[in-house]
């Protein structure tokens, strides 16, 4: 099972009570969308409820980086992409 650490930023750190890192174990071939369905309990409801729909698919807005590269996460369709393990960062970008 690869380790993903997990750096919430911003509005995402502080829904989720100041936690700013996890350690999540996925397993082969898990994908962004197992990601966050294993972190949003662990980061209470008013987290889940800005990252994850009511049928549980990725809000959109929500931005997603793997080893500082940025994910495609579906728009409002489960993400297919797979963390292989490393660093995930889950944070709002700004519109400019």
Sequence with gaps: ?????????GEFKRLAGGKGELTI???EGGTAQML???VAPLCGSAFAAKVLTH??????????????RELDTGGTLPSRTVIPGGQVEIM???AS
Excluded: C, K, Y
Aim: proline fraction near 6%; avoid cysteine; glycine fraction near 10%.
């Design 1 to 9: 099972m690869p380790a993903v650490r997990v750096v919430l930023r």
């Design 25 to 27: 174990d996925l397993p």
């Design 36 to 38: 966050l369905e294993r």
């Design 55 to 68: 049928d549980g698919r990725i809000m959109h807005g929500v931005s997603i980086f793997l080893n500082g």
């Design 92 to 94: 709002r970008l700004s």
